[in-house]
């Protein structure tokens, strides 16, 4: 077996690769841990991320300027962002795009590479993007936290959509991606440890509670320009949450357009079934280092059951009624 040591300053998968000097600066003054992929994760303006990730974060939150015609698509990892991207897209593009189309983006191009991160693309390794040329109405997906987005989005009246799925999903979900991807020479992450670091809000973008709080709070005082959505509604409705998603994003499906099944044949297209099967997410890579096939699992609500022991439920049960509890936000994770 092949163990691969990692010093503080080494990279694993091009973890600190090309940092700056003004980044690895402040990397020594922000609290560390253990990473769930690479060797650490820091604590920038509140919430965990990669040294890779907090370089492309500060470049865009200093460049990036929205204009209020602008869709910003923010999730936790592994909260459904593929699923939003697709959805997004398609409605606002069905005029370019019409559904009767043989030669849609979206049965060619992964979610992530026809909506970009601002982070993991557009900001990448010191980027300045010229984004002035995008189609309208430009369409980007990010997982920073609220209180961290640039000053343009917050003030720009913008529209932010957020997806919020259920953490006993979210983390198996997160778990087995992590597993998926890691190296075949290191050494799975245990559940347990995985688990405790979760629990303690120790895993990338979180404390989980904290970011879904921050967005939340946000669609409440601002709901004509911060929507929050849950992926179990979405699956327990799709129709419904496209149409609202539709509506909020100022292209309502006419009634024309419902007569004909657009709506359901968009929630067709960019299900969990269709994309799964589809060339361009069986290979290439359209998020950095990962492959888009592990991007598309099992897609359902409840896998946690299959997992998670009785004392996990127990303090994960707990851990949220003590962080969440109060703000109305809550999750049913029990059928
Ligand atoms: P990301 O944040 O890294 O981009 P994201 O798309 O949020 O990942 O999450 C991946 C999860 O969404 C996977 O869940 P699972 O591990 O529980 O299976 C993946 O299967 C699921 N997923 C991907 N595409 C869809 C889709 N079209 N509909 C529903 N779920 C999906």
């Given at each position: 077996m092949t163990i691969t040591h990692y010093s503080e300053n080494q990279s694993r998968d091009g973890e600190e690769e090309e940092l700056s000097h003004e980044c690895k600066e402040l990397l020594l003054s922000l609290p560390k841990e253990k990473g769930w992929r690479t060797s650490h994760l820091y604590k920038y303006q509140g919430f965990w991320c990669q040294a890779s990730e907090i370089q492309s974060i500060i470049s865009f939150q200093r460049h990036f300027q929205a204009s209020e015609t602008d869709v910003v698509l923010t999730t936790v990892?592994?909260?459904?962002t593929t699923w939003l991207k697709a959805l997004a897209f398609a409605i606002v593009n069905r005029k370019r795009?019409?559904?009767?189309?043989?030669?849609?983006?979206l049965l060619t191009s992964n979610p992530h590479d026809l909506v970009p991160f601002f982070e993991y693309?557009?900001?990448?390794?010191h980027q300045l993007p010229d984004l002035s040329n995008l189609p309208q109405p430009r369409i980007f997906g990010t997982h920073v936290p609220f209180p961290s987005l640039p000053t343009s989005i917050k003030k720009s009246g913008c529209r932010v959509v957020y997806i919020c799925r259920n953490p006993f999903d979210t983390f198996i979900s997160s778990w087995h991606f992590i597993n998926t991807v890691k190296p075949g020479s290191e050494a799975p992450m245990s559940l347990d440890e995985a688990f405790e670091m979760y629990c303690n809000g120790v895993i990338g973008f979180g404390p989980f509670w904290d970011h879904m709080l921050g967005y939340w709070k946000e669609s409440i005082e601002r709901p004509h320009k911060v929507l929050f959505l849950t992926y179990e509604d979405m699956k327990k409705d799709v129709t419904f949450h496209l149409k609202k998603l539709a509506e909020f994003l100022g292209f309502p499906f006419s009634l024309e357009e419902e007569r004909a099944g657009d709506v359901e044949k968009i929630a067709k297209l960019c299900s969990f079934e269709s994309l799964k099967e589809l060339e361009v997410n069986k290979v290439?890579?359209?998020?950095?280092?990962?492959?888009?096939?592990?991007?598309?699992?099992?897609?359902?609500?409840?896998?946690?059951v299959n997992y998670l022991t009785p004392r996990m439920v127990e303090k994960l049960t707990k851990v949220l009624e003590d962080k969440?509890?109060?703000?109305g936000l809550s999750f049913k994770v029990f059928s």
């Open positions: 990892p592994k909260s459904g795009f019409p559904m009767s189309n043989n030669n849609h983006p693309k557009l900001y990448d390794k290439g890579k359209s998020i950095k280092y990962f492959e888009n096939k592990n991007l598309f699992r099992k897609g359902e609500v409840g896998d946690w969440l509890g109060g703000s």
